[in-house]
């Protein structure tokens, strides 16, 4: 019996990589190409792709537009360890764009962005605690794996750590809060605020939208206290709006982070805020103990950085955004109705340009509302949906300005056979 490509690229897989993978998706997964809004498998089997690349390809796969500015770039050198005028560019752009965004210091990934954005908010406040919220996703620091994705919600504040090998002391460096309750968090800023360093907050949480002035809230009760608030923008910036979830939902926060669709399908990322607080980056600007050393082989490099600056070059034309926005509603309302036609306890939650099924009845507004939903229902419902040529991950539907009429109709036709299936 003859094995498929696939097949073969699993087996080496699994014998050189723990698990066979690279920590994202199963092993099953191997995709060869990727254009516009879709995909293919090392079989040739196309797919409308709404993982993207877990976000980053907003103007497509292999947009010819990135894809030539790389291609110019790559004879010239892929990195200097040293300035560059794509970079300096680049930071002017996210200036231009974000409100907050004063300065800007460049790393390679959400991770390093967050983990650097909490630790200016430390050095700036001289603190050690940050509030972070349940459910929140930060990056894969040992800070930000608590509380992300509790099996056992603990009692709030104290965090619950997600992973083997994170040192017990860092549960004393952060509280947890609930998403969408503003008394709560009120009441544990004002009792923690002389040992608060800073709050993060995904403005967007995974895929919940936030409550209407639960953000106007945070800012304010923060900004009362003088505790630096960080919005977590490294996948809704420049996705919600050119300006992030700052410009779409109208609240500024003192930090944020930046990733996915800035660095145009390469490996780039950022912290960006008020001048007063990025100068802990620069040694001439504080004392020796405020200095917040900073470092990075590849920040900035010159080909993640033309490739960035081609993607925000296609994202400032007119009606990108409201493209994007119009398919991404098309496609929540139009499988909000099959769900409900087939009786199904189920609600589509999020953002036109995010957002997913989560099969339960009752309100979701937190995480722990999320773990109402009946998880088997979801993977045999993505499951069946893979089968009928539609790529996505475990959550989240990431709509692009590439997807297309054809794109959505295929999709519709997907979400009907795989409705009758799982509703048998």
């Known amino acids: 019996m003859d ?60 947009h010819p537009e990135v894809t030539e500015a790389v291609q110019a770039q790559i004879p010239l050198g892929t990195t200097y360890f040293a300035n560059n005028r794509h970079g300096i560019k680049l930071a002017e752009e996210i200036v231009a764009a974000m409100a907050c965004a004063e300065q800007v210091r460049f790393v390679c990934t959400g991770t390093e962005a967050d983990l650097y954005a909490m630790r200016v908010a430390r050095a700036f406040r001289r603190k050690d605690k940050i509030l972070k919220f349940e459910g929140g996703y930060h990056g894969m620091s040992d800070f930000s794996l608590m509380s992300l994705a509790p099996k056992r919600p603990g009692n709030f504040p104290y965090p619950v750590p997600d992973s083997a090998g994170i040192p017990r002391a860092i549960q004393d460096t952060m509280l947890i809060a609930p998403f969408n309750d503003l008394a709560t968090v009120e009441s544990l800023i004002r009792e923690h605020k002389d040992d608060l360093a800073g709050v993060i907050v995904e403005p967007f949480q995974r895929l919940i939208p936030p409550a209407p002035g639960f953000l106007q809230g945070l800012r304010r009760i923060t900004a009362e206290h003088g505790i630096p608030l960080i919005f977590d923008e490294v996948v809704t910036g420049f996705r919600f709006a050119y300006g992030g979830a700052q410009e779409y939902y109208g609240v500024t926060p003192d930090l944020c982070t930046l990733g996915k669709i800035m660095g145009g399908g390469f490996a780039l990322a950022a912290v960006a805020g008020r001048a007063d607080m990025m100068a802990h980056f620069d040694r001439a600007m504080v004392a020796d103990e405020d200095f917040l050393m900073q470092v990075g082989t590849l920040s900035a490099n010159p080909v993640a950085s033309v490739a960035g600056l081609a993607t925000l070059e296609v994202l400032k034309r007119p009606g990108m955004y409201e493209k994007a926005f119009a398919t991404g509603r098309e496609l929540m309302g139009t499988l909000s109705e099959l769900l409900r036609a087939a009786g199904l306890p189920a609600q589509v939650i999020g953002e036109p340009v995010l957002f997913d099924v989560v099969f339960t009845g009752e309100p979701i507004r937190d995480y722990r509302g999320t773990l109402k939903g009946d998880a088997d229902m979801l993977r045999r419902f993505n499951a069946a949906l893979r089968q009928r040529g539609v790529m996505k991950g475990e959550s989240k539907y990431y709509v692009s300005v590439a997807h297309t009429d054809a794109d959505v109709k295929h999709t519709v036709e997907a979400w009907k056979g795989a409705i009758a299936e799982i509703a048998k």
């Open 3 to 62: 094995t498929t490509p696939s097949q073969t690229l699993i087996e080496a897989a699994r014998r050189v990589m723990p698990g066979g993978t690279f920590g994202n998706l199963p092993a099953e997964t191997m995709i060869r190409d990727g254009r516009a809004g879709r995909v293919w498998d090392e079989e040739g089997r196309e797919y409308v792709d709404f993982l993207l690349g877990s976000g980053p390809m907003f103007i497509g796969h292999a």
